[in-house]
């Protein structure tokens, strides 16, 4: 089975950073795209950033230039460096990925189960 971790979250002061990692395991084939979810409270779950097997990027525009993907091919892991935090930036944050199972050989979107990211004074 696969299956996505991430790690990383935590409770920052506003301006602060935190770089979360998620590994996904299992029997994979290949993975075409990670990317970063987040949802808040009674909030709908938006897309935060992407990031293609070619190393294509995709951010939201409220992260631009403060956030950064990156990805490990070799480790199947992404990373969210998340810098200049601010408290509109609290959520639940959530790996996904769109990947090619081994067997049997199909495509799959999975999520993690989410790390809490805080920011507070």
């Known amino acids: 089975q696969v299956q996505l971790v991430e790690s990383g979250g935590g409770l920052v002061q506003p301006g602060g950073s935190l770089r979360l990692s998620c590994a996904a395991s299992?029997?994979?084939?290949?993975?075409?795209?990670m990317g970063w979810y987040r949802q808040a409270p009674g909030k709908q779950r938006e897309l935060v950033a992407s990031i293609t097997s070619g190393g294509s990027t995709n951010y939201a525009d409220f992260v631009k230039g403060r956030f950064t993907i990156s990805r490990d091919n070799a480790k199947n892991t992404v990373y969210l460096q998340m810098n200049t935090l601010e408290v509109e930036d609290t959520a639940v944050y959530l790996c996904?990925?769109?990947?090619?199972?081994?067997?049997?050989?199909?495509?799959?979107?999975?999520w993690g189960q989410g790390t809490q990211v805080t920011v507070s004074s």
């Open positions: 299992g029997g994979i084939l290949r993975i075409n795209a």
């Open positions: 996904n990925a769109d990947l090619i199972q081994t067997y049997p050989i199909s495509r799959k979107e999975c």
